[in-house]
């Protein structure tokens, strides 16, 4: 997740992903077919870690993880319909980080 806050989805590379997870690139398409995949798989992560709740929500990864997101979500349907059903179920919160869930949401309503 750190990568792809640090360097976003489309620069990141699946072989800076396998490096920086101890895999080879092989074995990351051996699970997931395409980098889409893959970042659907990283959502569903990113997602429980939105449900999860203010505590869980402050890793230094989370707020620019949710602005790469949200810029794609502009881009792809699917991950749009997702990012809004868990930006329904997030949990309320008065942290920086519960005030940017708050704000998409209340972009891309349910």
């Known amino acids: 997740m750190e990568l792809f806050a640090e360097r976003g989805f489309d620069i990141a590379t699946l072989d800076e992903v396998a490096l920086a997870a101890g895999f080879t690139k092989g ?32 890793a230094r990864w989370f707020i620019p993880l949710t602005v790469q997101f949200a810029a794609q979500a502009t881009r792809d349907p699917l991950l749009r319909r997702r990012l809004v059903t868990v930006l329904s179920e997030a949990p309320e919160g008065s942290t920086p980080e519960g005030q940017l869930l708050k704000a998409l949401a209340r972009i891309w309503p349910s």
């Open 27 to 58: 074995a990351i398409y051996r699970h997931f077919p395409s980098k889409g995949a893959f970042l659907l798989a990283l959502f569903e992560q990113y997602a429980a870690v939105v449900r999860a709740g203010s505590g869980a929500r402050q």
